[in-house]
T-cell receptor, first 112, second 112 residues
Framework: EPEVTQTPSHQVTQMGQEVILRCVPI?????FYWYRQILGQKVEFLVS????????KSEIFDDQFSVERPDGSNFTLKIRSTKLEDSAMYFC??????????FGPGTRLTVT | QKEVEQDPGPLSVPEGAIVSLNCTYS??????FMWYRQYSRKGPELLMY????GNKEDGRFTAQVDKSSKYISLFIRDSQPSDSATYLC????????????FGTGTRLKVLA
């Protein structure tokens, strides 16, 4: 069964460093999303991406964040200058039909 | 009032019991209602979705939406220890891409 994959599974970085989180969505999907989940809290929407552009972003998704689909298979989230409060689990999701989102296993980001 | 509210539990039931999980919401524009299952430190796994009001059944799972009361439910029949997980409700309005608003999740423990 096709699935969303994410790398790395765990990333440790120092405050102020740039990180890139990578996702390989399900191959025939057209809609891509990033969500995050701070430990013990609910899953929160960050950004949606369709037709090579951002469709919607939350207030969390400020100028420090960017997304890219550099080729036909990868979807990346970049955080330019990480802060302690960026520590969270980051989930990539993809969908063929926009409402039927399938989530990856997540990347745990730890900012020290 | 929070946009989506969900009792965090934990909810403990004996094996074979019928489980009822619920969410309430405040935004009457929500049209898609999703249920995800999340095991500890894993990504959310899509269980079921419902459009607008009504019931939907899939095996041991039944999802119900009552838009007049702004209340959704997930029923699990003949619950198994393997059903022990956190159950997340998520909702979306209809747009070009769908931003899910999640509940906090209900932790379920099915005792053998």
């Amino acid at each position: 069964e096709p699935e969303v994959t994410q790398t790395p599974s765990h990333q440790v970085t120092q405050m102020g460093q740039e990180v890139i989180l990578r996702c390989v969505p399900i191959s025939n999907h057209l809609y891509f999303y990033w969500y995050r989940q701070i430990l013990g809290q609910k899953v929160e929407f960050l950004v949606s991406f369709y037709n090579n552009e951002i469709s919607e972003k939350s207030e969390i998704f400020d100028d420090q964040f960017s997304v890219e689909r550099p080729d036909g298979s990868n979807f990346t989230l970049k955080i330019r200058s990480t802060k302690l409060e960026d520590s969270a689990m980051y989930f990539c999701a993809s969908s063929g039909l926009p409402y039927e989102q399938y989530f990856g296993p997540g990347t745990r980001l730890t900012v020290t | 009032q929070k946009e989506v509210e969900q009792d965090p539990g934990p909810l403990s039931v004996p094996e074979g019991a019928i489980v009822s999980l619920n969410c309430t919401y405040s935004n009457s524009a929500f049209q898609y209602f999703m249920w995800y299952r999340q095991y500890s430190r894993k990504g959310p796994e899509l269980l079921m979705y419902t459009y607008s009001s009504g019931n939907k059944e899939d095996g041991r799972f039944t999802a119900q939406v009552d838009k007049s009361s702004k209340y959704i439910s997930l029923f699990i029949r003949d619950s198994q220890p393997s059903d022990s997980a956190t159950y997340l409700c998520a909702m979306s309005t209809i747009k070009r891409t769908y931003k899910y608003i999640f509940g906090t999740g209900t932790r379920l423990k099915v005792l053998a």
